[in-house]
């Protein structure tokens, strides 16, 4: 440079945003405020998208499940201490659900922060955040936003994906260095999340133990979904002959109606299968550790692939641990397939048929009733059919006996397209997953909510009409959590688990311009779903629901403690 003449300069704002865009990183999901609306801003103004949400929590959701779609980290952006503290439970939430997600906050003054004096919003975010996320890294100066951006992308995405929590100290978008040498400050993250291919031992050793099974079951979990090896998994389940069972979201994978899907069929398979494979799926609460009523008297082996080496003998000894990407053991397992398989005893694969078909035949009439109010089955028998006859549209599906009952009837046909609550069972997921879903996919999206689920995040409906996002709501609204029928006798509070009877959400989305419907019987339903969906506008259905349909805790009233002085 002459001397004299200005340098070019540029400054931690656009560092940021130049980091976020040379990674391919095209959406920001957040809540603005002092120190990141500038930085909201100028992404914008730079082709960023940056969708900006109510509240933390809902777009931190957004961002995790984005993140489980594209495999790419889902990024939010929170200011200081409670936003980000509100953010945090999203982070939390992506890292123990496995989905890549960066959690950005702007934060205070460090040298205040430290010297504990009082700054605005002042909290060691990065000391908070740290126990609850996969990774938490801080930048301090202008030149390591790269790499600091460069870590917290290969740390969400790679090995077992996670959260990861970047402090980004106010002061620092205000640093201004050369522009040349910010430029090339910069990192492009080279293969973020390298394949693991599994030892051809473990795969040698895996398929061994199946082709002895008697009784074999493949479980399906949403490591599989997350993976996108949709033709190499399909193509395995079908050669390998075995029956499966998906976890919730790995519903669609292959088709819940299948010739081999056991998950109308899944007491019988866990408690009579004898060599279970698990293939990204977590022996956890859901799987009832793999042990004890759930799985029968009869021993059991276990075979799983996970990207996690620690996984292995979390609850049970697992005989054939396969430790890798599961695009590329699945691979592996039909390279070995080809040359020769024997597909399991008729007898075994029969039995899990005839299973299957008596349940799904035992459901079948409840599904046709015509009740008003509605019952859970008489509503969810017509969203069964507008995702059957809408198989790419996206259900996002969160309450007790509303994701319980919508997960066993609601058939899926394609891969992703069930997104809920979650290994945490956690209520809020709703309508930070449903505008994610929408936006990253460009389909339709059905949110299917218990009142008392969609209260947690319902405010989120003047986003979706802000944007104007192709989404439907449908409430079921049985007036409280879990039922709407519990009575206080002991003052005139109203009991802890109803609420107001009769209310009316449909009006909440009018209020901001969007279509709201009160539907108090299934074909009323049918009709307005049909409708949301043809048009594409925001949607909101209030499907009035018989307040005493619904059981204590949906499926799981068994994980309610008892006490032996308590008479229920
Ligand atoms: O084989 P069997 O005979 O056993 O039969 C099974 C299948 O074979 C069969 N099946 C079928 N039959 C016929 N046809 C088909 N197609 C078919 N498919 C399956 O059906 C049975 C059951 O099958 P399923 O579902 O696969 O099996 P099962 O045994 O249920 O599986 C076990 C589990 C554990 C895997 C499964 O139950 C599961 O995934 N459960 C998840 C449960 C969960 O996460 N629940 C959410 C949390 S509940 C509670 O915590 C709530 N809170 C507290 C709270 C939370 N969570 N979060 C926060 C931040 N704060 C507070 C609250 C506040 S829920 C809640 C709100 C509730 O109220 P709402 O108003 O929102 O909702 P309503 O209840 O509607 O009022
Ligand atoms: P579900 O709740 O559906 O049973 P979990 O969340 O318990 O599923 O399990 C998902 C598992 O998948 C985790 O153990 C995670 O390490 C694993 N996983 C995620 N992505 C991959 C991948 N690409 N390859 C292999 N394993 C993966
Ligand atoms: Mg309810």
């Known amino acids: 440079e002459a001397p004299g003449t200005e340098q070019e300069l540029t400054d931690g704002f656009h560092l940021v945003i130049d980091a976020l865009k040379l990674n391919g990183i095209n959406t920001i999901y957040n809540v603005p405020g002092i120190p990141i609306t500038d930085l909201g801003r100028m992404a914008q103004a730079a082709g960023i998208r940056v969708i900006s949400f109510r509240h933390e929590q809902n777009a931190g959701y957004a961002a995790g499940i984005a993140g489980f779609l594209t495999k790419k980290p889902g990024v939010c952006l929170t200011v200081s201490a409670p936003g980000f503290l509100n953010g945090l439970t999203a982070l939390a939430h992506a890292t123990t659900n496995c989905y890549p997600m960066i959690l950005i906050s702007g934060s205070s003054e460090r040298e205040i922060v430290d010297l504990q004096q009082g700054d605005?919003?002042?909290?060691?975010?990065?000391?908070?955040?740290?126990?609850?996320?996969?990774?938490?890294?801080?930048?301090?100066?202008?030149?390591?936003?790269?790499i600091g951006l460069a870590r917290a992308i290969r740390a969400a995405v790679s090995g077992r994906p996670g959260g990861v929590y970047l402090d980004l100290p106010a002061k620092l978008f205000g640093q201004v260095m050369n522009a040349d040498a910010g430029q090339k400050s910069l990192v492009k993250v080279i293969d973020a999340a390298p394949s693991q291919i599994p030892s051809p031992a473990s795969v040698k050793r895996a398929l061994d133990v199946l082709k002895s099974a008697k009784r074999p079951l493949i479980i399906l979990g949403?490591?599989?979904?997350?993976?996108?090896?949709?033709?190499?998994?399909?193509?395995?389940?079908?050669?390998?002959?075995?029956?499966?069972?998906?976890?919730?979201?790995?519903?669609?994978?292959?088709?819940?109606?299948?010739?081999?899907?056991?998950?109308?069929?899944?007491?019988?398979?866990?408690?009579?299968?004898?060599?279970?494979?698990?293939?990204?799926a977590r022996l956890n609460w859901l799987l009832s550790h793999g042990k004890g009523k759930s799985w029968g008297e009869a021993p059991k082996k276990f075979i799983q692939i996970d990207i996690e080496p620690r996984e292995m003998d979390s609850n049970v000894e697992i005989v054939a641990p396969v430790v890798g990407d599961i695009g590329s053991v699945v691979s592996a397992f039909n390279q070995a397939l080809a040359s020769g398989w024997t597909t399991p005893p008729t007898e075994w694969t029969n039995a899990v048929s005839t299973k299957r078909e008596e349940n799904v035949a035992k459901m079948a009439p409840k599904l046709m009733n015509n009740k008003s109010p509605m019952d859970y089955h008489g509503a969810l028998g017509v969203l069964k059919n507008v995702i059957k006859e809408y198989p790419d549209a996206i259900l996002v599906n969160e309450g007790a006996n509303t994701l319980d009952l919508a997960r066993g009837v609601i058939d899926m046909y394609k891969p992703r397209k069930r997104l809920d609550v979650g290994t945490w069972g956690v209520m809020g997921i709703g309508m930070g997953q449903a505008i994610a879903a929408a936006l990253e996919t460009g389909n339709p999206v059905l949110a299917v909510e218990g009142d008392s689920a969609f209260g947690f995040s319902g405010m989120e409906v003047e986003t979706i009409c802000r944007y104007n996002l192709p989404i439907c709501v449908v409430i079921f609204n049985n007036d409280g959590i879990y039922r709407g029928t519990d009575v206080n006798s002991a003052n005139s509070d109203p009991a802890t688990t109803v609420f107001v009877k009769g209310a009316r959400y449909d009006k909440m989305m009018e209020a901001f311009g969007g279509v709201g419907v009160n539907a108090t019987s299934p074909d009323e339903l049918k009709r307005a779903v049909n409708e949301a969906i043809k048009s594409g506008k925001p949607t909101l259905i209030n499907a009035v629901i018989d307040p005493a349909a619904g059981s204590e805790s949906g499926r799981i009233g068994n994980l309610n403690p008892q006490s032996v002085l308590q008479k229920k």
Do not use: N, W
């Not at 938490?136 to 390591?144: I, K, N, S, W």
């Open 120 to 146: 605005y919003e002042e909290m060691d975010q990065l000391a908070i955040a740290k126990p609850l996320c996969k990774a938490a890294y801080r930048v301090l100066h202008a030149q390591d936003i790269g």
């Open 222 to 280: 949403k490591g599989a979904a997350y993976a996108q090896a949709d033709e190499e998994i399909k193509s395995f389940v079908e050669k390998s002959g075995v029956p499966f069972l998906p976890m919730s979201m790995a519903k669609g994978l292959l088709p819940d109606t299948h010739p081999q899907c056991a998950g109308a069929a899944r007491s019988t398979v866990l408690k009579e299968s004898d060599v279970v494979l698990l293939i990204g």
